[in-house]
């Protein structure tokens, strides 16, 4: 019931005994034909496998989400695999279905993103680092369209290229501050025409959600074709189909497309594949994987990014609309402590008892229940237990539960695993067998894009008004011209606070939303709308967490946390 | 015996009936525990295992090379193939070993490099694209010192590096000239020191060229820390190991210093393993892969890149000097279209008959027998024949060799396979039996660095003058100050002439190579000697490889050639 690190992530994960990965594909009914190994312990399903299996019925979905996150920590994460270790353990045949992680925040502030504690997918450090390839395969795949863009221009510009007018970035998966504004092409006519260019972490590609949202390589290959990437000289937008290298592209991404299985510590089969961040985009994992997950198993149990205000929402608004999908049951996560920020304790003193705080934080969940209420879901309250809350904090919550008619689950699954986790499983069981409702999307897809923008704004977020800078008014009317109204919008907000001010913590009432931009994604098939500054490139801290990385003489990895 | 492609490799290598690498494997005595797998036809061989093998006899190690390239072509990785797969009739135990393909090229103008016709490792689309993701690891290692670097800078710059002279350059694994010169940073105090900075392609990387020179993992992380990045503003050389991040590289590296197990047509066992650009590097596969398969074989067919002025030299003085091989006998690959090109005729003359300019661009080939002459090894000349070679140009070069009492080989392997190479091996085999010679290095590397380069320019190139630039001779005794003077030099040199002038075919005299600038590269343990302009970083054709890219409906890969 502790998340004291006395024993590291990477410890426990390197002592788990870890099935071949083989083993976890026969719990799935896969044999070692229908995957392809990536060492003993990841494999890729084949594409054969997956067209074979479309045809099997369908498993419950379950989607883990959580509070507005705060520095005190969600491990909306850990929870996610824990209750698909709990759910293994009640008997049922469960997936869990996770993004995969950057290499930028593991080299840069965080170390690793596998979960934690017991509740983790392994190899964590193979998960960590280069895991299959499959982000490099989307940075490769995304700087192959900028040099090939480049070198247009650079051979003639047939396409009139604007090359002031350029969308399209160039993408490293690193945390890289010196790259967001750049130039290139400088040195004379032999070295290309000199422009502004920037770098945006790989995560942050609309390649990468793409790739998250493809239904199969043929739709994929359709998705790439529809991506803008540029404006010509009479400002019309230029595909990628126009440059004509879908094919290339496509070709890169192949083998990344391909769910990659893993394990966690407890054997749970873990689809982890597909990562785009949750504020340029829609911060989930794959449809692929989510849709060949709920083939092979009874009960899939994925998360969204952020707070339920981001990552739900576009789970719900964009993916499932996307895809076809429909959850059965939400899980929120939120932890005591982070609760208590929201009621305006500060960090470091959230060690201390305060029960009136926690009572004013428990505002930001009641918001984010209120908003799974918005789409007709059932869903359960998780709390993510530490050793530091005090028993007068965990009876009035329990209590507010009540009085709320929230079901609630303290789970334990940092430090017990799956076992931590039984209670909230039962309790998810429960709230899909009991629910009667049917899910239903926020919106409309056929309102106008600032309706959409509107009715995000005052059902999930809880404000009043949205304010248009003049260049997204213009953009609101040139996107309707050119024909892209009918696409969902993809919010970017800071994930601190339902505001877009992100020191609103609790549930600050009457704010306004402030449109800045909007950028259009048509193979990712949304308009991203900016509120405030959105960072798709973040920067190193003063000591990053590479400093610490290193192998062992066994040749083992050190310093991943 | 006909190079005309009626039928594209690709075709020939999706129709070739493959192994699994376990069987593969198993040929080597390797049992699945040996080794770890990327997919049915890739795999890895492990540290374990590597290190257990280091107590068995070594094999014969045999270096192709070949005359100064031209753009007819001569076809090196081909005959390497090919002889590996005629020593493998033979009933020799047989491995190849080879460099791994840069995704720049691939997607430019060459659209694969795994050899061509029936003499092919596969699975070629693989290898050909992103294969186990070596690469990629090696373009992440690079960029991460990079951002690290600024950060160190941005962070308050402890180490006082001088930000004009950092020698680190980012790299990217792609033909991108825009990003030859760029300037960094831009975008005020959040966005990190404005500074100059370039992208060179990722195969020229110091990071691939010390992988390909690593003797094990701390050897690899040693090699790391040498690496100077900047100069600090007191003039004085900053290396990896002052910023600390040695560790972190070496973790990100740790998996693409395990040579690749993958199979040619005939299944004979290759390590396609590491691929240093052959200017800027010393242009031969990994020490790891060639050291390992002279364990598991007992004949190892490795190829150098360019012509043996190049690629030979280096291979011989650099590479074997830093991981103690010693080569049975070198293998010399000419085309008469090449010789003929050489002696005088157009690209487009070459099918005609033309005796005069074949006894002419002889000369090429003669001076790169006597280059390997200096080396004290034993050679075979192999004439990889062409449809559109004439019997009076065959008769010609027969009568020629046999005047020089030259051993000379007419393969067919493009077309046949190892049977078309049978001949080859015999020969080699032959040589190797018949030898008495012992094997020695062209300098000791205790002469001055100047020295070092006049013997290379004098005995390898039959040139006359070594000119040093004024910022050439400040290096050297600056060099020679800071104590980097024992250090081996690499040439960094046109590939089309044994002068510095790409123009000069066949064999130029009296000529002056002049030495440009030279560049530190402690971690590969040498100096890289500029002649003329060398580049790091190729441009897109007008027409790129990757405009004929594209996957079937089946998932195939399209437009590999």
């Given at each position: ?11 426990i ?23 392809e ?19 099997q ?72 680092l ?92 359709k ?87 981001l ?52 505002e ?77 999307f ?16 005052q ?51 009457d ?28 920067g ?22």
């Open positions: 019931m502790s998340n004291e690190k006395v024993i590291s992530d990477i410890e994960a390197q002592k788990a005994a870890l099935l071949p990965v083989g083993a976890i594909a026969a719990k799935l009914g896969l044999s070692e034909d229908d995957i190994f990536y060492g003993k312990y990841k494999a890729k399903i084949s594409f054969e496998k997956m067209k074979e299996v479309e045809s019925p369908e498993g419950k979905l379950i989607l883990v989400t959580s509070i507005n996150p705060t520095p005190a920590g969600e491990g909306k994460s850990t929870v996610t695999i824990g209750l698909g270790d709990a759910l293994q353990q009640l008997g049922k045949k469960t997936m869990i279905a996770l993004r995969e992680p950057s290499l930028g925040p593991t080299m840069g502030m965080k170390g690793g993103a596998a979960g934690g504690g017991y509740s983790q997918v392994v190899p964590m450090e193979e998960i960590n280069h895991f299959t390839g499959d982000i490099h395969a989307i940075t490769t795949a995304n700087n192959a369209l900028s040099a090939l863009l480049d070198n247009h221009i650079h051979q003639g510009n047939e396409l009139q290229v604007d090359q002031r007018r350029i969308l399209w970035k160039r993408a490293v998966d690193l945390n890289d501050r010196a790259l967001r504004q750049i130039v290139v092409g400088l040195g004379g006519p032999g070295q290309g025409v000199p422009r502004e260019d920037g770098f945006d972490i790989t995560v942050a590609s609309e390649i990468m959600a793409v790739l998250c949202l493809a239904a199969d390589l043929q739709d994929l290959k998705r790439l074709s529809r991506m803008v990437i540029a404006y010509n000289i009479h400002k019309q937008p230029i595909t990628v189909k126009d440059l004509g290298v879908e094919g290339a592209l496509t070709l890169l991404l192949k083998d990344a497309l391909k769910p990659n299985l893993v394990q966690s510590i407890e054997h749970t089969p873990a689809f982890v594949h597909g990562g785009p961040f949750a504020n340029i985009a829609h911060g989930c994992n794959s449809v692929i994987a989510t849709k060949t997950a709920l083939k092979l198993a009874d009960y899939v149990v994925t998360e969204a990014g952020f707070g339920a205000d990552g739900a929402e576009k789970f719900l608004d964009i993916k499932s609309r996307a895809a076809g999908l429909s959850p059965s049951a939400v899980v929120i996560v939120a932890t005591i402590r982070a609760l208590k920020m929201h009621g305006g304790v500060a960090k470091d003193e959230l060690q201390k008892e305060n029960v009136s705080a926690l009572e004013k934080g428990l930001n969940l009641k918001k984010h229940t209120e908003t799974i209420g918005h789409f007709n879901l059932p869903f359960v309250v998780a709390i993510n237990r530490f050793s530091s809350d005090k028993d007068s904090e965990i009876t009035l919550l329990k209590e507010w539960c009540q009085k709320h008619s929230i079901s609630v689950s303290l789970t334990e699954v940092w430090g017990k695993g799956g076992k931590g986790g039984l209670d909230l499983g039962e309790k998810v069981l429960e709230a899909i067998q009991n629910n009667s409702g049917t899910f239903s926020l919106y409309d897809e056929d309102l106008p894009l600032d309706e959409k923008i509107r009715t995000i704004v059902k999930v977020y809880g404000g009043r008004h949205v304010e248009f800078s003049v260049k997204a008014s213009q953009q609101l009317k040139q996107f309707n011209d050119i024909g892209w109204s009918h696409l969902p919008v993809c919010m970017a907000k800071t994930q601190y606070s339902l505001s877009d001010d992100p020191v609103k913590l609790g549930r600050p009432c704010f306004t939303i402030h449109v800045r931009e909007m950028k259009p994604k048509l193979g990712a098939g949304f308009i991203v709308v900016l509120t405030g500054e959105v960072m798709t490139m973040p190193l801290p003063k000591k990053p967490a590479a400093y610490q990385m290193d192998v062992s003489e066994e040749g083992k990895a050190i310093g991943l946390f």
